[in-house]
């Protein structure tokens, strides 16, 4: 084993084979993986095996495409067969609600070039003879389904990376992690020492372990995970007999289970209710090619809702049940990227689909690595979107609520109990006894809308409008019309400090910083000119003689953002960057009569022309000391007041007393969202993202190009000669009792011009055949298409998609809110758009201008 390596990953599984590939591949040759035992010693050796490519966001959807079109590669390069089964398979409905689900991801698929296809029952009985197809009410048709050899695939992606120069080092244990002041890290294993420049954490059950080496505790948590495999059947062998195919693949959302074929049986696996972790608390380092034992009783009820549904399967003999661990992340997504606080330490766990999802995290790990970028929006995977809050028990309870939820419909208004309270300021009973409905904002319980007196706060789940929709209607129009007051606790809040304060901030942000008392609003950029960040900035009296600003931005992005201040901070010290997450809370009162409430509680003049539109101040509200910025999210005349925890009960209480004459309301979260629709403003991570450059995302009045070499000015410069490909554009939409909830295709009718913004399939793909072997529609197999099904009709064309929208209560408009081509992103013409909303194409109208308060006066009066 040699001592220095440019990079050493630690764990031999299917992802880190993946990572050690694309390193290779990217042009670093002085890499090594360590592995404590033998490849695929975890959780790889006795995985299913199955992939796809379909994924609720859509963005891990296309990485998950990558990995599938990657098998190929890999073999040709290892010479190691993969075992590639391409059969395609099926989502099974046995609902509406489940149905409309399918019909949403159905729709997302169009924008990401997948040819699914919404089927009949009996056509999917078709392709898999031993279901009962009247349980179900419909079902939805990927041809970029199937399974392979585990074992298999990972030794190929680990052929390939030994031929491109890569070292592999097996039966030797990392025992521990310890860094230089130079940045390098000691890689201390049984066999000896590395020396490193990075690190990456390819550890599977282990990576919690390895996370503790360098005193992260990573949220992640291992699963039993139970599957069986069934004697050879008669029926299995005559379909293929018959037709010269394997069966397909079945989803069943109501058994939460899937199936497949396996040699002349059926494997059946189930996500059951009643499942049970793993080691929770510590990982044993001698666990090894074993399996746990099986508990069929545990499964049972999966199982008897599964032979119901597939009463060809009941008659078969089991011939093994397999029961191994299985590592998760709170959301089932993977933990990607590099750890904030650290230095050239990165992670790729928690991969629990790793055979659909391996080759994308390797791809976009290795890209961060090489060329300082993923190269694809991961904010799905990114390891820095959990904060403090995800402990050891919180992640033991979230893990499992996922777990046991593996198939089941997240509504896009439903809000997940486990392990809640979090994180709550001092407000939460106050809220509760106001009948709020909570939600969860990065850990923190947050007021999302307020039930009506007698009622249950309570969200009653569902794809269309709900028991929310009116009182949220009432909450909006009485702030527009009033006053309002909101809780903005779930803000991220830094103040950075210094001599250099303001070169920093300038090096960092696309506007000029502003003058002492005084506000921005600015996009960040990476080196590529794309958005990585959106912040309201204030210039605070400076103390100590010293430079010093406060800064807002989004809450969820809070350890994202650290990584890349930290990033680029001077070596020196001479700046300071604190973040407060929850020792900084806030209020925000809005609406026509919000100065004349706000003034009942200060002792300074804050008339128009006192205090401005976009000013800042520090001042005494109702007693309590406080930071007051004079803008509010909803577009209106209004204020967001910053306090101490300690200090706002006063302040909330004050506003409450001195609003009974303004007729104050409580509002939450939802109007708050709904208000910006209607001054066309976006969100981070939803409209504003690291794939959009910032005149994209339509920024242009932010991004002063004359300032100074602000990071990513050049490319930005570059994308405003060119001019954008795309636009961010707000759209009014024919909507009728459901609104846009994101990722929606916006279809237009352009004739035969192509604005070339759909991507078009490529690799795997596989035909459908009926019960006789007669193909059902065009092969898209082999070799990939040229052509998107689905994705054009007669004239029209799927042009863009939604990043979010909803109703606009005050102007009683449905908005959303997304992308197309720059060259349609002004055209206002009725019966050009549509967007296509749980499967029917609705109208949709852009509306340049935003449709509340366009001239923005009523935010400046």
Same mark, same amino acid.
């Given at each position: 084993?040699?001592?220095?390596?440019?990079?050493?990953?630690?764990?031999?599984?299917?992802?880190?084979?993946?990572?050690?590939?694309?390193?290779?591949?990217?042009?670093?040759?002085?890499?090594?993986?360590?592995?404590?035992?033998?490849?695929?010693?975890?959780?790889?050796?006795?995985?299913?095996?199955?992939?796809?490519?379909?994924?609720?966001?859509?963005?891990?959807?296309?990485?998950?495409?990558?990995?599938?079109?990657?098998?190929?590669?890999?073999?040709?390069?290892?010479?190691?067969?993969?075992?590639?089964?391409?059969?395609?398979?099926?989502?099974?409905?046995?609902?509406?609600?489940?149905?409309?689900?399918?019909?949403?991801?159905?729709?997302?698929?169009?924008?990401?070039?997948?040819?699914?296809?919404?089927?009949?029952?009996?056509?999917?009985?078709?392709?898999?003879?031993?279901?009962?197809?009247?349980?179900?009410?419909?079902?939805?048709?990927?041809?970029?389904?199937?399974?392979?050899?585990?074992?298999? =695939?990972?030794?190929?992606?680990?052929?390939?990376?030994?031929?491109?120069?890569?070292?592999?080092?097996?039966?030797?244990?990392?025992?521990?992690?310890?860094?230089?002041?130079?940045?390098?890290?000691?890689?201390?294993?049984?066999?000896?020492?590395?020396?490193?420049?990075?690190?990456?954490?390819?550890?599977?059950?282990?990576?919690?372990?390895?996370?503790?080496?360098?005193?992260?505790?990573?949220?992640?948590?291992?699963?039993?995970?139970?599957?069986?495999?069934?004697?050879?059947?008669?029926?299995?062998?005559?379909?293929?007999?018959?037709?010269?195919?394997?069966?397909?693949?079945?989803?069943?959302?109501?058994?939460?289970?899937?199936?497949?074929?396996?040699?002349?049986?059926?494997?059946?696996?189930?996500?059951?209710?009643?499942?049970?972790?793993?080691?929770?608390?510590? =990982?044993?380092?001698?666990?090894?090619?074993?399996?746990?034992?099986?508990?069929?009783?545990?499964?049972?009820?999966?199982?008897?809702?599964?032979?119901?549904?597939?009463?060809?399967?009941?008659?078969?003999?089991?011939?093994?049940?397999?029961?191994?661990?299985?590592?998760?992340?709170?959301?089932?997504?993977?933990?990607?990227?590099?750890?904030?606080?650290?230095?050239?330490?990165?992670?790729?766990?928690?991969?629990?689909?790793?055979?659909? *999802?391996?080759?994308?995290?390797?791809?976009?790990?290795?890209?961060?690595?090489?060329?300082?970028?993923?190269?694809?929006?991961?904010?799905?995977?990114?390891?820095?979107?959990?904060?403090?809050?995800?402990?050891?028990?919180?992640?033991?309870?979230?893990?499992?609520?996922?777990?046991?939820?593996?198939?089941?419909?997240?509504?896009?208004?439903?809000?997940?109990?486990?392990?809640?309270?979090?994180?709550?300021?001092?407000?939460?009973?106050?809220?509760?006894?106001?009948?709020?409905?909570?939600?969860?904002?990065?850990?923190?319980?947050?007021?999302?809308?307020?039930?009506?007196?007698?009622?249950?706060?309570?969200?009653?789940?569902?794809?269309?409008?709900?028991?929310?929709?009116?009182?949220?209607?009432?909450?909006?129009?009485?702030?527009?019309?009033?006053?309002?007051?909101?809780?903005?606790?779930?803000?991220?809040?830094?103040?950075?400090?210094?001599?250099?304060?303001?070169?920093?901030?300038?090096?960092?942000?696309?506007?000029?910083?502003?003058?002492?008392?005084?506000?921005?609003?600015?996009?960040?950029?990476?080196?590529?000119?794309?958005?990585?960040?959106?912040?309201?900035?204030?210039?605070?009296?400076?103390?100590?003689?010293?430079?010093?600003?406060?800064?807002?931005?989004?809450?969820?992005?809070?350890?994202?953002?650290?990584?890349?201040?930290?990033?680029?901070?001077?070596?020196?010290?001479?700046?300071?960057?604190?973040?407060?997450?929850?020792?900084?809370?806030?209020?925000?009162?809005?609406?026509?009569?919000?100065?004349?409430?706000?003034?009942?509680?200060?002792?300074?003049?804050?008339?128009?022309?006192?205090?401005?539109?976009?000013?800042?101040?520090?001042?005494?509200?109702?007693?309590?000391?406080?930071?007051?910025?004079?803008? =509010?999210?909803?577009?209106?005349?209004?204020?967001?007041?910053?306090?101490?925890?300690?200090?706002?009960?006063?302040?909330?209480?004050?506003?409450? #007393?001195?609003?009974?004459?303004?007729?104050?309301?409580?509002?939450?979260?939802?109007?708050?969202?709904?208000?910006?629709?209607?001054?066309?403003?976006?969100?981070?991570?939803?409209?504003?993202?690291?794939?959009?450059?910032?005149?994209?995302?339509?920024?242009?009045?932010?991004?002063?190009?004359?300032?100074?070499?602000?990071?990513?000015?050049?490319?930005?410069?570059? #994308?405003?000669?060119?001019?954008?490909?795309?636009?961010?554009?707000?759209?009014?939409?024919?909507?009728?009792?459901?609104?846009?909830?994101?990722?929606?295709?916006?279809?237009?009718?352009?004739?035969?011009?192509?604005?070339?913004?759909?991507?078009?399939?490529?690799?795997?793909?596989?035909?459908?055949?009926?019960?006789?072997?007669?193909?059902?529609?065009?092969?898209?197999?082999?070799?990939?298409?040229?052509?998107?099904?689905?994705?054009?009709?007669?004239?029209?064309?799927?042009?863009?998609?939604?990043?979010?929208?909803?109703?606009?209560?005050?102007?009683?408009?449905?908005?959303? *809110?997304?992308?197309?081509?720059?060259?349609?992103?002004?055209?206002?013409?009725?019966?050009?758009?549509?967007?296509?909303?749980?499967?029917?194409?609705?109208?949709?109208?852009?509306?340049? #201008?935003?449709?509340?308060?366009?001239?923005?006066?009523?935010?400046?009066?």
């Amino acid at each position: 084993m040699k001592s220095h390596a440019k990079a050493v990953v630690i764990g031999g599984g299917v992802v880190g084979c993946s990572v050690l590939y694309h390193l290779a591949k990217a042009g670093w040759a002085d890499i090594m993986l360590i592995e404590r035992s033998e490849l695929t010693s975890g959780s790889s050796w006795h995985a299913a095996g199955g992939f796809h490519t379909l994924n609720g966001d859509p963005n891990v959807a296309k990485l998950q495409a990558y990995t599938v079109r990657l098998y190929k590669e890999i073999e040709e390069i290892s010479g190691q067969s993969c075992s590639l089964h391409l059969t395609g398979g099926v989502m099974m409905a046995d609902t509406p609600e489940r149905m409309d689900f399918l019909r949403l991801a159905h729709a997302k698929g169009r924008y990401l070039g997948m040819d699914t296809e919404l089927i009949t029952p009996s056509e999917a009985k078709a392709m898999f003879p031993l279901m009962d197809e009247t349980n179900f009410v419909g079902a939805m048709w990927d041809p970029v389904e199937g399974h392979l050899d585990p074992s298999g =695939t990972t030794h190929a992606y680990a052929k390939a990376a030994r031929k491109l120069g890569a070292e592999i080092v097996l039966r030797n244990r990392v025992v521990e992690l310890t860094q230089e002041v130079d940045g390098t890290w000691n890689v201390v294993t049984e066999q000896g020492t590395v020396k490193a420049e990075h690190v990456v954490n390819c550890g599977g059950l282990w990576a919690r372990e390895i996370g503790r080496m360098v005193g992260v505790e990573l949220p992640v948590l291992a699963m039993e995970h139970m599957y069986l495999l069934t004697e050879p059947m008669p029926e299995v062998e005559e379909f293929n007999k018959s037709t010269g195919r394997e069966m397909i693949g079945v989803l069943d959302f109501k058994g939460e289970i899937y199936t497949r074929q396996e040699r002349n049986g059926i494997l059946l696996g189930t996500y059951e209710k009643a499942c049970k972790p793993w080691s929770p608390v510590n =990982t044993p380092w001698d666990f090894g090619h074993e399996l746990l034992q099986p508990d069929i009783d545990r499964i049972a009820p999966s199982l008897e809702i599964g032979f119901k549904h597939f009463p060809g399967i009941e008659k078969a003999g089991i011939k093994q049940i397999i029961n191994g661990p299985f590592t998760f992340a709170l959301d089932g997504n993977p933990l990607v990227g590099p750890v904030q606080g650290l230095t050239n330490f990165w992670c790729a766990c928690a991969v629990m689909a790793g055979f659909s *999802q391996g080759g994308g995290v390797g791809l976009a790990l290795s890209n961060w690595m090489v060329h300082g970028d993923p190269g694809f929006d991961v904010w799905g995977m990114d390891v820095a979107r959990f904060g403090e809050w995800a402990t050891l028990r919180y992640t033991n309870a979230k893990v499992r609520e996922n777990y046991s939820r593996r198939f089941s419909i997240r509504f896009p208004n439903e809000e997940l109990p486990a392990a809640r309270p979090a994180q709550t300021t001092p407000l939460y009973d106050t809220m509760l006894a106001n009948n709020a409905v909570l939600g969860d904002s990065w850990g923190l319980e947050t007021p999302l809308w307020f039930a009506p007196r007698g009622s249950e706060p309570k969200d009653v789940v569902s794809f269309h409008r709900s028991n929310d929709f009116r009182p949220i209607g009432e909450e909006v129009r009485a702030t527009r019309e009033r006053v309002g007051v909101t809780e903005i606790a779930n803000f991220a809040k830094y103040e950075v400090s210094g001599p250099g304060a303001e070169d920093f901030l300038n090096r960092l942000m696309t506007n000029r910083m502003p003058k002492t008392g005084r506000i921005v609003l600015t996009p960040m950029l990476n080196e590529f000119g794309r958005l990585i960040g959106d912040f309201t900035i204030a210039k605070a009296g400076p103390r100590g003689g010293e430079d010093r600003f406060m800064i807002w931005g989004s809450s969820a992005a809070q350890k994202y953002h650290m990584r890349w201040f930290e990033k680029h901070l001077p070596k020196d010290g001479s700046i300071r960057i604190h973040r407060f997450d929850q020792m900084l809370v806030g209020l925000s009162i809005a609406g026509p009569k919000s100065r004349d409430l706000l003034q009942k509680l200060v002792d300074v003049d804050i008339s128009t022309k006192a205090f401005r539109f976009m000013d800042f101040r520090e001042m005494a509200v109702g007693g309590a000391p406080c930071m007051v910025n004079r803008i =509010t999210y909803t577009g209106d005349l209004g204020y967001e007041i910053w306090m101490a925890p300690a200090y706002q009960r006063l302040v909330y209480k004050a506003i409450k #007393e001195a609003g009974e004459e303004f007729g104050l309301v409580d509002f939450g979260m939802r109007a708050l969202l709904s208000m910006r629709l209607e001054k066309n403003f976006p969100t981070w991570f939803r409209e504003l993202r690291p794939i959009y450059g910032p005149f994209e995302g339509s920024m242009d009045r932010f991004i002063k190009l004359e300032k100074n070499d602000f990071i990513g000015r050049e490319a930005a410069a570059k #994308e405003q000669a060119e001019g954008p490909k795309l636009r961010r554009v707000s759209f009014i939409v024919d909507a009728a009792d459901a609104d846009v909830m994101g990722d929606e295709p916006i279809w237009a009718k352009v004739g035969g011009k192509d604005y070339g913004t759909v991507e078009k399939p490529h690799g795997y793909g596989a035909p459908r055949f009926d019960a006789g072997g007669k193909e059902v529609r065009g092969s898209n197999a082999a070799e990939g298409a040229s052509a998107v099904r689905g994705i054009v009709d007669g004239d029209c064309r799927v042009v863009g998609w939604v990043t979010s929208g909803g109703y606009a209560h005050y102007v009683e408009k449905s908005m959303a *809110q997304g992308y197309v081509p720059a060259a349609l992103a002004e055209n206002e013409s009725a019966g050009l758009f549509e967007i296509e909303i749980l499967g029917h194409r609705r109208p949709a109208r852009i509306n340049v #201008e935003p449709p509340f308060d366009p001239s923005g006066e009523k935010m400046r009066t």
